[in-house]
Each structure stands twice: as C-alpha cells, then as structure tokens.
C-alpha cells in the first residue's frame, strides 16, 4: 500500500524560504510521477510542481516557476519542495501527490495517492 508523508510546513514570513519533504513508500516509485498541489479552503486544490522519478524532468506552475524547486532522492524515497521567496498568496495546505505513469499531469484527478498534507502560512 503506498504511503505518503509530508513534512516540513510552517509558519515563515514574506521573501523567506521552507523545505517541504515526501516520505513515499509501499511501492517502487521507479516509473511514478510525483506531485505537490497546495489548497486553501473553498478552492480546488491546484498544482504546483511535479518530477518524473525515472529522470528527474521536472514542471512547474507559473506562480511558483524561478521560486521554487522540486526534487527527488532515490535512496531515501522522497520528494522536496524547496520554497524560496515565499508570499503571502503561497499560504495553502500542500499535498504530496503520486500517479503510476512517467508523465506528470497537472490535474488532481490523475493521481491516486495523496498525504494527509502540511500547512504552509506565509505572513506578510
């Protein structure tokens, strides 16, 4: 059964920076894409980056694009978020999100495997 683990929110101040991490397992994640969405109450969740774990391509949202960074360890199992130049618009709960296919898809509905999700507030 696959398991996904966030880890890594908090509470920062504008222009500072945060390190969200994935801890996947109950599979191996070889031919997976990986995801982080963020939701805030009364929105649909929306993407914000995803990796292919066979080899590290990666794609963005272009709120986040320059500012953050996602990335992949093999050895360990996870995903990071690399959260630089933080706003007060990125306050969301992120999600780590996984689907069984090499191509990362932008739309929640394409990935089976969600966590439970950590709280990210950005205060200006």
């Known amino acids: 059964q696959v398991q996904l683990v966030e880890s890594g929110g908090g509470l920062v101040q504008a222009g500072g920076s945060l390190r969200l991490s994935c801890a996947a397992s109950?599979?191996?994640?070889?031919?997976?894409?990986m995801a982080w969405f963020r939701q805030v109450p009364g929105k649909e969740r929306e993407f914000v980056a995803g990796?292919?774990?066979?080899?590290?391509?990666?794609y963005y949202a272009d709120s986040v694009k320059g500012r953050f960074t996602v990335s992949r360890d093999n050895a360990k199992n996870a995903v990071y978020l690399q959260m630089n130049s933080l706003k007060p618009e990125d306050t969301a709960v992120y999600h780590c999100?996984?689907?069984?296919?090499?191509?990362?898809?932008?739309?929640?509905?394409?990935?089976?495997?969600w966590g439970q999700g950590t709280q990210v507030t950005v205060s200006s």
């Open positions: 990796i292919a774990w066979s080899d590290g391509r990666t």
């Open positions: 999100a996984a689907r069984p296919a090499i191509a990362i898809r932008t739309s929640p509905q394409n990935y089976d495997y």
């Open positions: 109950g599979r191996t994640f070889s031919n997976y894409a």
